[in-house]
């Protein structure tokens, strides 16, 4: 009796114990709450108060607008070759970006071709003049994959100095000359078509007018064909356009500005016409061209755009990604001499979006009547012309290079009290 008992208290007494340590956990636990409230709201009324601190703050800095003295640089986003008031616009913050890289050369020396991109993985480069300055209609694709060349069924006739462009699975080359020859017998009007999955050429209605040394691109299904020289060499202001479904072209307005040797691409509904040779009136020995003009379909017109940086012709051309217009390498004439003619470096992109010029990386081997493409979102570069003087052939290359751009914010930069600064200036009097 007396064991139970005992056993009966200390049941009981442990029990008690038991409450108590609750009791105390649950004072502790109530005290932690209560404490991390009072940090909460504390911490709460802090960010009102930095807020309210901060607000103030903004609206005193908007208030003294104007409070750093005669300030000599100032940036903008966008439209950087507009003038912001009391400054002279210096250039990009991204000048020279971009790298290039070599890749293997074609199989021979070519000038005078086209090249075009096409499914994101494959170039065909189509015609030209060889080494010795023979016109060719080899056809030849280029497999970015695995860095090879393929020999593809050859143009009905040889083909230098045209446009071509790309419509769903067929190229269509346009203008040109069949032979070197400088006679008028040597302009074509035909219209020839590569059908690249049958791998196969047929012969599309001829155009209105005979181009040489023109440019071509493809818009909305259709092919455009711009400027070039007519007969006897005249300068051509003349705009046509292939309608492939239709095997029809029409005439288009006039360009402003008639000119040979110049690029031309599609770029944000518009076909843009860059550069060339003209005849410029106000300075004979100055012809190659910086304008750079845009035939909107839909209107009809067309509208003159910012110049190029560096004036020039035969460069090569592509559109990269986010409607950026990229001008490569080109020709000029050293010291207005057109005996001398020789390759740029140069490589200029133009922002449809900014209406802005951007110098970028310059390409390793400079050269002129080259041709591009762009596929994968990078830009091969293909042949071309090397330094020619006084030569009626001029020395032609197989190197092939591939560029990659490096997008940046577009961040422009404007300077105070500093008018001869050009960012775009020469980097060197050598003539890059």
Same mark, same amino acid.
């Given at each position: 009796?007396?064991?139970?008992?005992?056993?009966?208290?200390?049941?009981?007494?442990?029990?008690?114990?038991?409450?108590?340590?609750?009791?105390?956990?649950?004072?502790?636990?109530?005290?932690?709450?209560?404490?991390?409230?009072?940090?909460?709201?504390?911490?709460?009324?802090?960010?009102?108060?930095?807020?309210?601190?901060?607000?103030?703050?903004?609206?005193?800095?908007?208030?003294?607008?104007?409070?750093?003295?005669?300030?000599?640089?100032?940036?903008?986003?966008?439209?950087?070759?507009?003038?912001?008031?009391?400054?002279?616009?210096?250039?990009?913050?991204?000048?020279?970006?971009?790298?290039?890289?070599?890749?293997?050369?074609?199989?021979?020396?070519?000038?005078?071709?086209?090249?075009?991109?096409?499914?994101?993985?494959?170039?065909?480069?189509?015609?030209?003049?060889?080494?010795?300055?023979?016109?060719?209609?080899?056809?030849?694709?280029?497999?970015?994959?695995?860095?090879?060349?393929?020999?593809?069924?050859?143009?009905?006739?040889?083909?230098?100095?045209?446009?071509?462009?790309?419509?769903?699975?067929?190229?269509?080359?346009?203008?040109?000359?069949?032979?070197?020859?400088?006679?008028?017998?040597?302009?074509?009007?035909?219209?020839?078509?590569?059908?690249?999955?049958?791998?196969?050429?047929?012969?599309?209605?001829?155009?209105?007018?005979?181009?040489?040394? *023109?440019?071509?691109?493809?818009?909305?299904?259709?092919?455009?064909?711009?400027?070039?020289?007519?007969?006897?060499?005249?300068?051509?202001?003349?705009?046509?356009?292939?309608?492939?479904?239709?095997?029809?072209?029409?005439?288009? *307005?006039?360009?402003? *500005?008639?000119?040979?040797?110049?690029?031309?691409?599609?770029?944000?509904?518009?076909?843009?016409?860059?550069?060339?040779?003209?005849?410029?009136?106000?300075?004979?020995?100055?012809?190659?061209?910086?304008?750079?003009?845009?035939?909107?379909?839909?209107?009809?017109?067309?509208?003159?755009?910012?110049?190029?940086?560096?004036?020039?012709?035969?460069?090569?051309?592509?559109?990269?990604?986010?409607?950026?217009?990229?001008?490569?390498?080109?020709?000029?004439?050293?010291?207005?001499?057109?005996?001398?003619?020789?390759?740029?470096?140069?490589?200029?992109?133009?922002?449809?979006?900014?209406?802005?010029?951007?110098?970028?990386?310059?390409?390793?081997?400079?050269?002129?009547?080259?041709?591009?493409?762009?596929?994968?979102?990078?830009?091969?570069?293909?042949?071309?012309?090397?330094?020619?003087?006084?030569?009626?052939?001029?020395?032609?290359?197989?190197?092939?290079?591939?560029?990659?751009?490096?997008?940046?914010?577009?961040?422009?930069?404007?300077?105070?009290?500093?008018?001869?600064?050009?960012?775009?200036?020469?980097?060197?009097?050598?003539?890059?």
């Amino acid at each position: 009796m007396y064991i139970e008992k005992n056993m009966e208290g200390d049941s009981v007494g442990y029990l008690h114990g038991e409450v108590r340590s609750l009791k105390r956990s649950l004072h502790r636990f109530t005290i932690a709450v209560t404490v991390l409230s009072v940090v909460v709201v504390a911490i709460f009324i802090a960010l009102i108060a930095v807020g309210a601190s901060q607000h103030n703050s903004i609206k005193n800095l908007k208030q003294k607008a104007g409070t750093i003295e005669d300030p000599k640089v100032a940036f903008a986003t966008g439209f950087g070759d507009r003038n912001i008031e009391g400054f002279n616009y210096g250039g990009s913050l991204f000048r020279g970006s971009g790298f290039w890289s070599t890749r293997k050369a074609l199989p021979g020396n070519l000038t005078d071709h086209a090249a075009v991109g096409y499914n994101e993985e494959n170039v065909f480069i189509i015609g030209g003049a060889n080494a010795s300055g023979s016109v060719t209609n080899e056809v030849w694709m280029y497999d970015a994959i695995f860095h090879n060349y393929t020999k593809k069924a050859p143009m009905p006739e040889p083909r230098y100095r045209f446009g071509a462009a790309l419509v769903n699975d067929k190229i269509y080359v346009v203008g040109g000359r069949n032979s070197s020859a400088d006679e008028n017998e040597a302009m074509t009007k035909s219209t020839f078509i590569y059908d690249i999955q049958k791998d196969a050429w047929s012969k599309g209605k001829d155009s209105f007018e005979y181009h040489s040394d *023109t440019c071509a691109d493809s818009l909305d299904g259709k092919v455009y064909m711009i400027g070039g020289y007519g007969q006897d060499y005249l300068y051509l202001d003349v705009a046509e356009v292939y309608d492939p479904e239709q095997n029809e072209w029409t005439r288009l *307005t006039n360009m402003p *500005t008639a000119r040979g040797d110049l690029m031309c691409v599609a770029a944000a509904g518009e076909i843009y016409a860059l550069g060339g040779y003209y005849n410029n009136l106000a300075n004979p020995n100055d012809s190659f061209s910086s304008k750079m003009e845009s035939y909107d379909p839909k209107s009809m017109k067309w509208t003159s755009r910012p110049d190029l940086l560096t004036p020039r012709g035969d460069a090569g051309i592509v559109l990269l990604p986010g409607d950026k217009i990229m001008l490569i390498g080109g020709e000029g004439h050293y010291k207005n001499q057109s005996d001398f003619k020789y390759p740029k470096h140069v490589n200029e992109v133009y922002y449809v979006t900014d209406q802005t010029w951007v110098e970028k990386a310059m390409i390793p081997t400079a050269r002129f009547r080259t041709a591009a493409a762009q596929i994968g979102g990078l830009a091969y570069v293909f042949g071309g012309a090397d330094l020619c003087i006084n030569s009626p052939v001029c020395p032609a290359l197989d190197t092939a290079e591939i560029y990659l751009d490096v997008d940046h914010p577009h961040v422009y930069i404007y300077l105070k009290n500093e008018p001869s600064y050009n960012d775009n200036a020469p980097l060197s009097i050598y003539p890059f």
